[in-house]
């Protein structure tokens, strides 16, 4: 089956790094977009092919995909970045069109 | 501005067939590279990718779930219906619309704010 594994939870003090790894064989081949959702809420796009940042979206959060694992990393992290996150894989032409990962909960300490 | 909205029952029994409507505006489902696509999330879960449907009418589905989902578009009305048969409990979940972008590798930005669906008898 085609799995996106994410580590559940993340913890990170206010003004450093948070890092979100999203992890299948050869990932790096294929493009990652993130979603942030807050509680209550519906998901937002924060970075689409691996990298990318739809307008609006703080230059804070940023995105790579290499081989085996794509990041999202928030940096400069605020209070308001608390939220689950999920990446997600399309392939529009193969048996998976889309799939998102398992979701990881960031948490503000 | 783009803006989507879920619309149908709150509540389905067993066996039943869940038919959503999303209807949008801000965009043309006439477009080329568009689309609008369905997810769901179960309480407390994870997010699962459910179907989408492109401009051109070609149509995806998720393959463990594509023999109970059909995806359809009336463009003249601005209306895209999710139609899942044999719901079961598990099938208990908030479930989006979204629209997408080919030149955006298929992401979906914005979604719509999700309609609840009970399944209990």
């Known amino acids: 089956s085609y799995v996106l594994t994410q580590p559940p939870s993340v913890s990170v003090a206010p003004g450093q790094t948070a890092r979100i790894t999203c992890g299948r064989d050869?990932?790096?081949?294929?493009?990652v977009h993130w979603y942030q959702q807050k509680p209550g809420q519906a998901p937002v796009l924060v970075v689409y092919?691996?990298?990318d940042r739809p307008s609006g979206i703080p230059e804070r959060f940023s995105g790579s995909n290499s081989e085996n694992t794509a990041t999202l990393t928030i940096n400069r992290v605020e209070a308001g970045d608390e939220a689950d996150y999920f990446c997600?894989?399309?392939?529009?032409?193969?048996?998976?069109?889309?799939?998102f990962g398992t979701g990881t909960k960031v948490t503000v300490l | 501005q783009i803006t989507l909205k879920e619309s149908g029952p709150t509540l389905v029994k067993p066996t039943q067939t869940l038919t959503l409507t999303c209807t949008f505006s801000?965009?043309?489902?006439?477009?080329?590279?568009?689309?609008v696509g369905w997810i769901r999330q179960p309480p407390g879960k994870a997010l699962e990718w459910l179907a989408l449907?492109?401009?051109?009418?070609?149509?995806r589905y998720s393959p463990s779930l594509r023999s109970r989902l059909t995806i359809t578009k009336d463009t003249s009305k601005n209306q895209v219906v999710l139609t899942m048969t044999n719901m079961d409990p598990v099938d208990t979940a908030t479930y989006y619309c979204?629209?997408?972008?080919?030149?955006?590798?298929?992401?979906?930005?914005?979604w719509g704010q999700g309609t609840l669906v009970t399944v209990s008898s």
């Open positions: 801000g965009f043309s489902l006439s477009t080329s590279g568009v689309g």
């Open positions: 449907i492109y401009w051109d009418d070609d149509q």
């Open positions: 979204a629209h997408s972008r080919m030149v955006r590798g298929d992401s979906f930005d914005p």
């Open positions: 997600q894989v399309c392939d529009s032409s193969g048996d998976h069109p889309g799939v």
């Open positions: 050869n990932i790096g081949s294929e493009s």
């Open positions: 092919d691996d990298s």
